[in-house]
Nanobody
Framework: QVQLVESGGGLAQPGGSLRLSCAASGSIFSINTMGWYRQAPGKQRELVAVISTSGSTNYADSVKGRFTISRDNAKNTVYLQMNSLKPEDTAFYYC???????????????WGQGTQVTVSS
């Protein structure tokens, strides 16, 4: 069993900041790519940012220069630092991770339960 647990969501004012965390636990041999997605009401889930094992990153154009994804491999944790927040960043944020539970097994993509981020004055 593998679990991803997000934390750090909440209410922020426009221009403010929030930091999301997502910790993976359970039967973990290795973790490949980790990432953050978001889904606003009435919209499809969209990629926010991803980070590879080596630290290479990729961002949605809408968050470039404002959000920073990072990871702590020793803690099996991925972070999303969100600065200069805008009302359109309001969404439910989900983390995911490609995890191999046993040596030689395939990677499987796990998802967290999500955390709400609301940007409003």
């Amino acid at each position: 069993q593998v679990q991803l647990v997000e934390s750090g969501g909440g209410l922020a004012q426009p221009g403010g900041s929030l930091r999301l965390s997502c910790a993976a636990s359970g039967s973990i041999f290795s973790i490949n790519t980790m990432g953050w997605y978001r889904q606003a009401p009435g919209k499809q889930r969209e990629l926010v940012a991803v980070i590879s094992t080596s630290g290479s990153t990729n961002y949605a154009d809408s968050v470039k220069g404002r959000f920073t994804i990072s990871r702590d491999n020793a803690k099996n944790t991925v972070y999303l630092q969100m600065n200069s927040l805008k009302p359109e960043d309001t969404a439910f944020y989900y983390c995911n991770a490609d995890i191999r539970s046993l040596p030689g097994s395939s990677y499987y993509r796990y998802w967290g339960q999500g955390t709400q981020v609301t940007v409003s004055s």
